[in-house]
Each structure stands twice: as C-alpha cells, then as structure tokens.
C-alpha cells in the first residue's frame, strides 16, 4: 500500500523582513529561523556547522503546477517539468535552502541566503556536510535574464566557493559574466579556462566555471603580478579578457567592461 498522506508539524518558523514571494532575491536573503521550544534540545552543537539545509513549506505556493516555464529567472526559457526546477510551485511545496548559519542564540539561528517569506514554516534542519559537494554537476542551463539576477548569482556562487569577499572576486565575477556573453554556459566540459594573476582570481573562476585541472583537463592557472587575465576556449572560440585595472566592491557593480577589460574574441 502507498501512503495516501503524511502529517507534518512545523519545528519552526521563519522571521524576515520580507512578506511577499516577490521580493525575495533568487539568492536568497538573510532571516532568523525560530525553532519553537518543545525542538530546543535538537539544536545542541548545531553551531558546530557553518551551512545547513533548511527545509521549509512554501504555503503561498500553488500546488497544481507540473510543469512551469521559470519565467522569474527568464519569461524565454521552455517549459521543465517541477521536479527539475527549484520552483515554488509544486504539489508538495518543500523549499529546500542551503545558508550559511551566523549565529546561533537561545533557540534562533541567524541564517543568510535563505529562500523564505516571514511565517514560512519550517520542516527540518540539516547539516551540510562535505561528501554533498559535487563539484561540477551538469545541469541545465536556466540562464537569469536580466544581467543583474546574473551578476547577483555568480556572486553568490562565487562567495560560496571563495569564502572570502576580496577584491580578486569582484575580478573574477565581472570575467565570468562576460565570459558567459561570449561563450555561453562556462560550466560544459568542452569550455577550457586558462588564468594569469592572483591565486584568489583563479579560484574564484575556477569555483564559477567549475573546471577541474584533470578529468577533464579544464583549467590551467600561472601565477603572475601582471595584468589579471582570463583565456576561455571552446571548439571554434577563442576569447581573451584582459584586466585595465583593479576593481573593489565600490566599482563592481558600475564601472563598464570597457573601462575594466580588454576583450579579444577569435573565432
Ligand atoms: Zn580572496
């Protein structure tokens, strides 16, 4: 026999300026999560973690959605069935966020990154642990729409893999954005990235393009005081981006690709 229905209590709720569905950023925003008291005892040594998987219910959600084009992130995308998509729209609307735990005090956790609206429930609480990292998972390719949500994304991607916001992020960031203009998904296998400069730039581009330096052979790195550059390569293209000048959280988000870099493309 199946299971025709499950009962859940909530263990907790989620506290957040935010009220609508809509103003929550695709990266997420930061949110306290209070775990009612009768569950207190469950968190012992939590803090231990410095990311957890919150599992919430999105209870604004519609629940007869099987298919949903993720017009959010772009209204030109086909249509994916839901249980491809992170949707909030699905018969059983389970949100499964991973944040990054700040703090921890009595039973609150401050959290960053969490997909909710104030008064989602929350289902459960896990640790990530390390054997969940697959570094370079194919997926598809659900390309944000506006250049904002995609700068917005790589820069979290970016700081998830890094762990550290300094300036050779913000580079690499701003590379990997024109790279994906140019070259398109920077994940595939085929595309192949060549770095010169810090050892922070060529992390952070590694951690976006996930190239590993074998199986397949993607990435190269030549540590250098020069100029930061990055050569991407797919069959048939060739683009080179070359670093002008440094940039900081001040510029990130303003100065132009052409004051920034000197962009070479070969087909
Ligand atoms: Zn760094």
């Not at 930061?30 to 009612?36: D, H, M, R």
């Not at 762990?163 to 994940?187: F, K, N, P, S, W």
Request: glycine share 6%.
């Amino acid at each position: 026999m199946y299971e025709t229905e499950i009962n859940l209590k909530p263990i907790g709720i989620v506290r957040s300026p935010t009220k609508d569905t809509g103003e929550v950023p695709i990266p997420g925003k930061p949110a306290e999560i209070l775990v009612y008291p009768q569950y207190s005892q469950a968190l012992l040594r939590i803090e231990a973690n410095s990311h957890l998987w919150i599992l919430g219910w999105f209870h604004l959600s519609k629940r007869d959605s099987l298919v949903t084009v993720p017009a959010r992130v772009n209204p030109y995308l086909p249509q994916y069935g839901v249980f491809g998509l992170r949707s909030p729209n699905r018969p059983n609307p389970i949100g499964l966020t991973l944040v990054r735990l700040q703090a921890v005090e009595g039973n609150i956790l401050k959290v960053t990154n969490l997909d909710a609206v104030d008064g989602t429930p929350v289902l459960d609480i896990k640790p990530y642990y390390e054997q969940d990292i697959v570094f370079s998972p194919a997926t598809p390719y659900i390309r944000p729409y506006e250049l904002s949500m995609r700068r917005d994304i790589f820069f979290k991607q970016a700081l998830t893999h890094h762990q550290e916001e300094c300036d050779h992020l913000y580079m690499a960031v701003r590379m990997a954005l024109i790279a994906d203009e140019y070259m398109g998904q920077i994940t595939l296998p085929q595309v192949t990235l060549r770095v010169s400069g810090s050892p922070c730039l060529a992390d952070t581009l590694q951690g976006l393009s996930r190239a590993r330096l074998a199986n397949p052979a993607r990435f190269e790195f030549t540590a250098q005081d020069g100029p930061s550059q990055s050569i991407w390569e797919k069959p048939g293209r060739r683009l080179i981006i070359t670093a002008r000048q440094s940039v900081n959280r001040e510029s990130f988000k303003v100065i132009s690709d052409e004051e920034l870099f000197e962009i070479t493309v070969t087909e």
